[in-house]
């Protein structure tokens, strides 16, 4: 086994460690927030109306990276332990960025689709 670590993973490493401490936050928040409130209710209305505070806007605006970081990082890091050939571990390294990208485009759309004021 190569003991060499390439800059890049050691990155990767870091990030994922990032990314898991920001969705920890996030998912206290979101329990606290949905279900621990006076009026428990959610439907569209609610959503919405909260995607109309500007708070609420930079929460996502964090959320939808970092969770979209995590689980493709995530997945990436199962694919490399596999030790796949360099045209396979290529093509699925870019399967992973495009799919992280279109989810990405598509979840600020939606929030900013909700967000008329922005």
Known sequence: M??????????????QRISGIFLAFFLILHVQVLHFTKDWKIDFSVVASRLESTGWVIFY?????????HALNGAWQIVHDYRPQAQTSKAVKTLLWILGIVISVWGY??????NKGA
Do not use: D, E
């Open 109 to 114: 759309y939606l929030i900013f689709t909700f």
């Open 61 to 69: 605006l964090i959320f939808v990276p970092a969770g979209l970081f």
């Open 2 to 15: 190569n003991g060499k670590m390439r800059k890049g993973s050691a990155y990767g490493w870091l990030f």
